[in-house]
């Protein structure tokens, strides 16, 4: 499955679009991170906690859009976007979304 943030794929043409597809995570902070995480604070730098939890989330909802184009026959999802939002204190969403395409197929 060809995913890009671009209009188009470079080199591919556009057949159809197929429609909007996402796939979401949501995740809450954990009390051992959020230990770490605090320690991590008070020294400066990285939290390497959260920047794993967030990887983490954020390849979660890239799979889950790629199986929804799957399902739609796409060969493409393009314009993919990423956005978050707080659910709850302590947990938050991450959802990708782009629009399905299928690709004109030379033979």
Known sequence: M???????VP???IEESLGLVR????????LGRDILAALRNVAGGEI???TKMLAE????????MIEEAQMMGADAVVAVRFQTSMV???AAEMLC???AVKLVRGD
């Open 2 to 8: 060809i995913v890009v943030t671009t209009p188009d």
């Open 11 to 13: 080199g591919e043409e």
């Open 23 to 30: 796939g979401s995570s949501i995740r809450a902070r954990h």
């Open 48 to 50: 390497h906690e959260y």
């Open 57 to 64: 989330a954020r390849e979660q909802a890239i799979d889950r």
């Open 88 to 90: 709850m204190s302590g």
């Open 97 to 99: 979304y782009g629009t």
